[in-house]
């Protein structure tokens, strides 16, 4: 199954007592904190909870759990599928603009109270203090800022899928 950015990829399914525990991978994996507030977010909306959709993530592979009833498989999959598209969507249509907006806006303003400085080191101190405009690319390890880590401020607070956040990898990701 596949979307614009990210593909849901199928590996597995275990047969349970009236039900499937379907597991996909979504790859490439997203590191970008934003991307998982926006998947949150609308996993959420759409009425997925820790009891039907379990994330597992170490901060190399993405691991999704689906547990669905027998004949609800294949429909909740495509809906889970599309879900990945629609993340994918407004992660570039509105996440990243806007978090571009802003680091535009603090180099502007860096550079606004730089010029207002009494000395050139106290002006370079007010410059080097904005955060770098880092273009995010989707590569093979997902989208990434600078140094291939996560590529944003974190979009939400707490711990695991219902609240907000993706897992803590054990690589410190």
């Known amino acids: 199954m ?20 379907l597991v996909f991978t979504i790859e490439p994996h997203p590191h970008d904190d934003d ?9 959420a909306a759409a009425g997925f909870d820790q009891r039907v959709l379990e994330l ?15 004949d609800d498989a294949e ?4 809906r889970l599928a599309a879900l990945i598209a629609d993340v994918d969507r407004e992660f570039h249509q ?3 603009p806007a978090r571009e907006e802003a680091e ?3 180099r502007i303003e860096a550079e606004r109270k730089s010029q ?15 955060p770098e405009i880092v273009p995010v ?30 897992p803590a990898s054990a690589a410190g990701d």
């Open 137 to 166: 690319v989707a590569n093979e390890q997902g989208s990434s800022g600078a140094n291939g880590g996560p590529a944003g401020p974190a979009a939400a607070a707490g711990a695991g899928l219902a609240s907000g956040r993706r």
């Open 2 to 21: 596949s979307t614009n950015g990210h593909r849901l990829v199928y590996h597995d399914h275990f047969a349970m007592t009236g039900a499937y525990r």
């Open 94 to 96: 509105n996440v990243l």
């Open 56 to 70: 597992l993530d170490d901060g190399q592979a993405a691991t999704l759990n689906l547990t669905v009833d027998l």
């Open 75 to 78: 429909r909740v999959a495509d």
């Open 116 to 130: 207002e400085a009494d000395t050139d080191t106290d002006a370079d101190a007010i410059r080097l203090g904005a």
């Open 104 to 106: 535009a806006r603090a």
């Open 35 to 43: 991307w998982w507030g926006v998947f949150n977010t609308q996993t």
